[in-house]
């Protein structure tokens, strides 16, 4: 039985690299799509910045990606699906897919009654954590610890640094004398602090890590669109993986290589008045902007 080669171009974009972990669970999942990923790493951290900053950055990325080809757009980003996501959907005809902090799941499976999330700031003041949080944390306790410092430790590439480990400490204790037994990572940069989490948490604390529901869900809607796709999209060769950076792309290379074992190239993008386009193309170009007007 044949499978469809890159039958679907899927875009990825993140304030950083922190999406790399959704693009892992949707490589794993999608291995026969085209992926274009997108760290706006001159602009991260995202959390601390107004949504309507958010969006503009969004809006101007998601512009960059259908250029590039891409069919469906991830949000690889807690902070801009709080932000943006619906704006977007609102505003291009391509299916987005985004991001919500697992509330539901950690709430369902809780046996002490108190969750933890792990979230940005920009997540947790967002409608869609609050709509989340109204709609699913019944008769549960949470305790939610907000900060952007543990995604510029992952951007600076100091991962497993003492600094970092103070952090989560600092944040995490609390919650594990408290009683938690379920932990929401409300983004997508904390999956690669694990390890270091590991160190600190109970064994009985149980991680909830979103990238493989958002991978499922990606699955569905690139089944739905190759369904209304006429054309005979089918083959067995290799898909096609393009990376693309604001700045500097030494985190993003390095997490490449640790996750997949080998180098891949990444592409530099420049902005300027709220557009977004390979630096190549326009030497003169800044890597920081506004983002322009949505």
Same mark, same amino acid.
């Given at each position: 039985?044949?499978?469809?080669?890159?039958?679907?171009?899927?875009?990825?974009?993140?304030?950083?690299?922190?999406?790399?972990?959704?693009?892992?669970?949707?490589?794993?999942?999608?291995?026969?799509?085209?992926?274009?990923?997108?760290?706006?790493?001159?602009?991260?951290?995202?959390?601390?910045?107004?949504?309507?900053?958010?969006?503009?950055?969004?809006?101007?990325?998601?512009?960059?990606?259908?250029?590039?080809?891409?069919?469906?757009?991830?949000?690889?980003?807690?902070?801009?699906?709080?932000?943006?996501?619906?704006?977007?959907?609102?505003?291009?005809?391509?299916?987005?897919?985004? !991001?919500?902090?697992?509330?539901?799941?950690?709430? +369902?499976?809780?046996?002490?009654?108190?969750?933890?999330?792990?979230?940005?700031?920009?997540?947790?003041?967002?409608?869609?954590?609050?709509?989340?949080?109204?709609?699913?944390?019944?008769?549960?306790? !949470?305790?939610?610890?907000?900060?952007?410092?543990?995604?510029?430790? =992952?951007?600076?590439?100091?991962?497993?640094?003492?600094?970092?480990?103070?952090?989560?400490?600092?944040? /995490?204790?609390?919650? =594990?004398?408290?009683?938690?037994?379920?932990?929401? /990572?409300?983004?997508?940069?904390?999956?690669?602090? !694990?390890?270091?989490?590991?160190?600190?948490?109970?064994?009985?604390?149980?991680?909830?890590?979103?990238?493989?529901?958002?991978?499922? +869900?990606?699955?569905?809607?690139?089944?739905?669109?190759?369904?209304?796709?006429?054309?005979?999209?089918?083959?067995?060769?290799?898909?096609?993986?393009?990376?693309?950076?604001?700045?500097?792309?030494?985190? /993003?290379?390095?997490?490449? =290589?640790?996750?997949?074992?080998?180098?891949?190239?990444?592409?530099?993008?420049?902005?300027?008045?709220?557009?977004?386009? /390979?630096?190549?193309?326009?030497?003169?170009?800044?890597?920081?902007?506004?983002?322009?007007?949505?």
């Amino acid at each position: 039985m044949s499978i469809p080669n890159a039958a679907i171009t899927i875009g990825l974009f993140d304030s950083g690299v922190g999406g790399l972990s959704i693009w892992q669970a949707v490589r794993r999942r999608l291995p026969y799509c085209a992926t274009l990923y997108v760290a706006d790493n001159a602009h991260c951290p995202y959390g601390p910045r107004p949504p309507r900053e958010v969006r503009r950055f969004s809006a101007a990325i998601t512009r960059f990606l259908l250029t590039q080809g891409a069919e469906l757009i991830v949000v690889a980003c807690n902070t801009a699906s709080a932000a943006a996501l619906r704006w977007l959907r609102a505003h291009f005809s391509v299916p987005f897919v985004g !991001l919500e902090p697992a509330v539901k799941p950690a709430v +369902q499976q809780t046996r002490s009654g108190h969750v933890g999330v792990l979230a940005t700031q920009g997540t947790v003041k967002g409608a869609l954590f609050r709509t989340t949080v109204v709609r699913y944390a019944h008769g549960v306790t !949470l305790h939610i610890q907000t900060d952007d410092r543990l995604v510029q430790c =992952v951007e600076r590439g100091q991962i497993d640094a003492p600094e970092t480990e103070q952090l989560l400490r600092d944040y /995490l204790q609390p919650m =594990v004398d408290a009683g938690v037994d379920q932990l929401v /990572l409300g983004c997508t940069h904390y999956p690669f602090l !694990l390890p270091v989490m590991r160190r600190i948490l109970p064994p009985e604390v149980t991680v909830i890590d979103p990238a493989d529901a958002v991978a499922l +869900q990606v699955e569905r809607c690139v089944r739905s669109l190759e369904g209304q796709d006429s054309r005979v999209r089918f083959g067995n060769g290799p898909s096609e993986y393009r990376f693309f950076v604001t700045a500097a792309p030494d985190v /993003l290379q390095s997490l490449l =290589v640790h996750s997949t074992g080998r180098e891949w190239p990444v592409e530099r993008l420049a902005w300027r008045t709220g557009h977004l386009a /390979l630096a190549s193309e326009h030497s003169d170009w800044g890597t920081r902007s506004d983002g322009g007007q949505v």
